[in-house]
């Protein structure tokens, strides 16, 4: 009984955690079509905004939650306007330069930092489930993954601006027409997108080693959980983390961290193949 | 793009090559035959992703992974069998075969090509996991220990038919890599000339038309992508007998972005050009890991974001055209390079 | 009775888009080296039948046979391979390649290199593309990229020929050199052509089908066809006949 629910608890927690490192890339490449290799370097960025900012003394949980999604959201402006957007409608292109961005920030923080892995104080104890103890920060994560969630899916469901950048997505002519500039949407989408990155990248510090090169164990999943997500960016994001997440944490429990890996990107390759269009391809069309 | 114009060029390179091939020797230390060794793999390695991409049109984003099989096949063949003859031999089949199997579950589905891209980076990034993790004497295949993220040390070294107990030297490995990379440029150029070469290009130009004239697509796919596995594996058996040693390094995202890397700006769509950048992108390697003005990440991504911004056609293309210009006859450059998705290949994708 | 199957038979076809039926329990039949003009307003489900016989679409519903042979469904390589030659209405070329290239690609197909050759040679010189032969087709017009895509069509020596808007923005000695082209390949091949241009149908066509609101409705010849009040009330608006 103790077991199901401390294996519960962990499901929820690997399914949250997938969820905050896929939306990033999610937000990007569903409104833009840009395959963003860089995205696991954004999340590196978040990660050491809130190990700067902690170790300066600021409160930990500002240095997690506020400060990486700004920084980051301000370098994937400035990332935007000085090279992305020279490449749009080039999707090769814009993957081969996001793949040289990605190189070019691990030698930047490689040369700042140095290569050694630091860390961030886990900022809250444990509790336990049974006879089990578990860390209370994953209940940190799986809080900041719903919040995350449902306050995009208001953003763009419920906002005047996540109307426009729906609008803008689907026909930017048409958008242009009526006032709006699509490339200030195109420039606040990706801002958007890094800054989730960000997000993710700061609350996943604690448990996770804070080096030059962690952004690298995050772009396959990631990217295999926005494919197998489909189309409709929130709602796939779930529930592709959801269904993989559920099947990382289990085969994990079953054998080994690494074979769970293994077993989520398995996985989700064979539903690519089964439903080219990701989950919500075939279900839930119309949603976002 | 003309394929029959380039026959003369290729007498000429392969001329050229097998120059080199005996000048080094003379010319160099045996460092420097060394070093030019890892270059003859790296530009091995350079025309599958060269082929693959450029020619077949397929984004393959995890050649690694063929690379590293291939190397790892050799290293435990070579150490179980004793016979490296075989071993090499069994470093470009194994490839193939996992490469069939992975290119039918791919082609023969229906994804489009970005998704390619992901999967066979996903395929890499999963072989290098698994590779990682086989820390440990339980993991072994026969009498070769995989030796998790250290790898598998003291790989005899190639030695040539006839003579099995008098492995190479570094001379000798020279000759051999040199020469696999002339027979795999050889064994391209011939097969691009040939009737299912002219498909494959064919197919990558307009997947639609090549269908309504009765070709199958996904079975030149299939071959194509077989075709690059192998020539991959070649690169790995070669990259293993010149170190004598290989990791799971071999797998990682950082080895499949210098190969692609290497095409990019040696030029999409030739052969000529994979292998000229796969030796300059590995000389700057070498040069920006032994500088300490900046790091060798940043510099290399500097130079990719800078070529896909300035020179996306890449170097060889660029030389072509302004060698056409110069000369007489007016030569039409090509319409489209190969890379950027044309109304076509979205026409197929949908 | 005619006991020898016809070339091409679609019986109950239908198509369905989700909640859209574009084409509605047509049935078809088009004899031995006989030449059909399909025609009818935007939107009334002659491209999408004709995607059907390409295989570029698979029926909801019905059968579609080539003599003998169903080829409800097949891919469009193995419906080329019994003999179809098809042109898209987007012109489909290889655009990276020189107009012998392409049409080579058509030729070659399982034949001899001897036989392809002599074929790309005479193909060319009938389509009088011999002066244009090693230009890259990627910077020809449209009305020669066309007939670069009709030559490749023709290379590959089909019974039976779908040309989708062959006429298309083309001047008018190019629209009178295609029909008389197709004039003459209807001598040895047949063919069924979709098209809206009037004065193009008038030239080349005997019998026409004419589409309306994807099913068939009306069937007969040119003039029978162009003089029905119905077919008149269809195209309503449009310059037509």
Same mark, same amino acid.
């Given at each position: ?288 | ?175 051999? +890599? ?164 044309? +109304? ?7 | 009775?005619? =006991? ?58 019905? =059968? ?147 589409? =309306? ?29």
């Amino acid at each position: 009984m103790d077991l199901t629910g401390l294996l519960a608890f962990n499901v929820l927690t690997g399914i949250a955690t997938l969820a905050l490192i896929t939306i990033g890339l999610g937000v990007i490449y569903g409104m833009m079509r840009i395959i963003n290799l860089a995205h696991g370097e954004f999340m590196m960025l978040g990660a050491y905004t809130a190990v700067t900012a902690s170790t300066a003394g600021v409160n930990i949980w500002v240095s997690m939650l506020i400060l990486p999604p700004l920084v980051v959201g301000l370098v994937g402006l400035v990332l935007e306007r000085t090279i992305i957007r020279f490449l749009y409608g080039r999707m090769m292109d814009t993957m081969l330069a996001t793949w040289g961005i990605s190189l070019g920030l691990i030698g930047l923080i490689t040369s700042i930092f140095g290569n050694v892995v630091k860390s961030v104080q886990m900022p809250v104890g444990s509790f336990a489930i049974g006879q089990y103890h578990v860390s209370a920060y994953s209940l940190v994560i799986i809080g900041v993954g719903v919040v995350v969630l449902s306050s995009l899916l208001l953003l763009l469901r419920k906002t005047r601006f996540g109307l426009i950048l729906r609008a803008t997505m689907q026909n930017p002519a048409m958008s242009a027409s009526l006032g709006v500039r699509p490339a200030a949407v195109y420039m606040a989408t990706f801002a958007l997108g890094a800054a989730l990155a960000g997000l993710a990248g700061g609350v996943l510090a604690p448990i996770s080693g804070v080096s030059p090169g962690m952004g690298g164990a995050y772009i396959a999943k990631a990217f295999i959980t926005v494919l197998g997500g489909g189309p409709a960016i929130i709602a796939g994001t779930g529930l592709a983390a959801g269904l993989f997440g559920f099947i990382n944490e289990i085969v994990s429990f079953l054998s080994t961290p690494v074979i769970g890996d293994i077993a989520l990107l398995a996985s989700a390759i064979v539903l690519i193949r089964v439903l080219p269009q990701g989950i919500t391809g075939r279900f839930l069309r119309r949603s976002s | 793009m003309k394929l029959l114009r380039s026959s003369g060029g290729a007498q000429t390179v392969v001329i050229l090559s097998i120059i080199v091939m005996f000048a080094v020797p003379k010319v160099l230390s045996e460092f420097g035959v060394m070093q030019a060794t890892l270059f003859a793999a790296v530009a091995i390695f350079g025309l599958s992703q060269g082929f693959v991409w450029g020619y077949a049109g397929i984004m393959s984003f995890g050649q690694a992974a063929f690379l590293g099989i291939g190397a790892y096949t050799y290293a435990i063949a070579a150490i179980n069998l004793g016979n490296t003859q075989m071993a090499a031999l069994l470093a470009i089949a194994v490839p193939m075969l996992f490469a069939a199997l992975l290119g039918y579950f791919m082609f023969y589905g229906r994804i489009s090509d970005a998704y390619v891209g992901v999967i066979t980076l996903t395929v890499s990034v999963i072989l290098f996991e698994l590779m990682n993790s086989t820390s440990g004497s339980q993991y072994h295949i026969g009498d070769a220990v995989l030796g998790g993220f250290n790898g598998i040390p003291a790989i005899p070294p190639f030695a040539p038919p006839g003579k099995p107990d008098e492995p190479l030297d570094q001379i000798g490995v020279w000759y051999v +890599a040199m020469s696999t990379l002339i027979v795999a440029y050889g064994f391209l150029k011939w097969t691009l000339a040939s009737r299912f070469g002219r498909v494959v290009v064919a197919i990558r130009e307009n997947e639609t038309r090549a269908m309504l004239i009765g070709y199958d697509p996904r079975l030149y796919k299939l071959l194509s992508f077989v075709i690059g596995a192998g020539i991959a594996g070649a690169a790995g058996a070669v990259f293993a007998t010149w170190g004598g040693f290989i990791s799971p390094t071999v797998f990682a995202l950082t080895m499949s972005a210098q190969v692609i890397i290497s095409v990019l700006i040696g030029g999409l769509g030739t052969l000529i050009g994979p292998i000229l950048g796969a030796v300059a992108i590995q000389y700057l390697i070498n040069v920006a890991g032994t500088q300490h003005t900046i790091d060798p990440s940043l510099g290399l991504g500097i130079v990719l974001v800078a070529f896909v911004l300035l020179v996306p056609q890449g170097v060889v293309p660029v030389v072509r055209s302004w060698i056409a210009r110069l000369s007489s006859t007016s030569r039409t450059p090509r319409a489209k390079t190969a890379k950027t998705p044309n +109304a076509s290949e979205q026409e197929s994708r949908s | 009775m005619n =006991s020898t199957p016809p070339l091409l038979q679609a019986r109950n076809v239908t198509m369905r888009f989700g909640g859209v039926t574009a084409v509605r329990s047509v049935d078809f039949s088009l004899g031995e080296v006989e030449l059909r003009c399909l025609i009818g307003p935007n939107g009334a489900g002659k491209s999408t039948f004709f995607k059907m016989l390409t295989g570029q679409l698979r029926p909801s519903e019905g =059968s579609i046979h080539f003599r003998n042979t169903d080829i409800t469904g097949s891919n469009p390589h193995q419906i080329a391979r019994l003999g179809v030659g098809i042109k898209t209405q987007v012109p489909n070329v290889f655009n990276g390649l020189t107009v012998r290239e392409n049409v080579f690609i058509g030729a070659g197909r399982r034949k001899s290199l001897a036989r392809a050759q002599r074929i790309v040679d005479e193909t060319l010189t009938r389509l009088q593309l011999d002066t244009i032969a090693e230009r890259i087709v990627g910077q020809l017009a449209h009305g020669q990229r066309q007939w670069v895509e009709i030559a490749t069509v023709l290379a590959q020596e089909p019974e039976l020929i779908l040309l989708d808007e062959p006429a298309a923005g083309m001047n008018h000695e190019e629209v009178l050199r295609t029909a008389e082209l197709i004039r003459e390949i209807n001598k040895t091949q047949a063919l069924v052509v979709v098209e809206h241009d009037m004065q193009f149908i008038r030239m080349i066509a005997r019998t026409v089908t004419v589409f =309306s609101q994807g099913e068939v409705l009306v069937e007969g010849s040119v003039e029978t066809v162009l003089s029905d009040q119905r077919v008149k009330d269809v195209y309503l608006g449009r310059r037509a006949a």
